[in-house]
């Protein structure tokens, strides 16, 4: 059952070309476990996961906008809840 829970919860992320989303979302899952937080900035993942994110997607341009982007896509997905308007995020799911 939780198995099923767990592919519904993240559903929304199938079909996503590219995969940034599910990027994204392992490299919130890597800052969470190295800070033992399950809150972060964009600053902090801007610092941590850029350029790791850059060379994954060497395509893209804009790799700042692109994480953006994909932390909303998370936060619409509820796996995010924005916690304030100086880019903070808290992970809740």
Same mark, same amino acid.
Not at 25 to 33: G, I, M, P, Y
Not at 71 to 86: C, S
């Given at each position: 059952?939780? *198995?099923?829970?767990? &592919?519904? $919860?993240?559903? %929304? !992320?199938?079909? /996503?070309?590219?995969? &940034?989303?599910?990027?994204?979302? +392992?490299?919130v899952r890597v800052l969470e476990r190295e800070t033992? +937080?399950? #809150?972060?900035?964009?600053?902090? %993942?801007? $610092?941590?996961?850029?350029? #790791? !994110?850059? +060379?994954?997607?060497?395509?893209?341009?804009? *790799?700042?906008?692109? @994480? $953006?982007?994909? @932390?909303?896509?998370?936060? /619409?997905?509820? *796996? !995010? !809840?924005? *916690?304030?308007? $100086?880019?903070?995020?808290?992970? @809740?799911?």
């Amino acid at each position: 059952m939780a *198995v099923r829970d767990d &592919w519904q $919860r993240y559903q %929304f !992320l199938a079909g /996503k070309r590219g995969g &940034w989303a599910a990027d994204v979302l +392992s490299c919130v899952r890597v800052l969470e476990r190295e800070t033992q +937080s399950t #809150e972060f900035t964009l600053q902090d %993942f801007y $610092r941590r996961f850029q350029a #790791e !994110l850059a +060379s994954r997607h060497t395509d893209n341009r804009n *790799v700042q906008a692109k @994480i $953006r982007q994909q @932390i909303q896509v998370l936060a /619409k997905g509820h *796996v !995010l !809840l924005f *916690v304030d308007n $100086r880019g903070r995020y808290r992970v @809740i799911a």
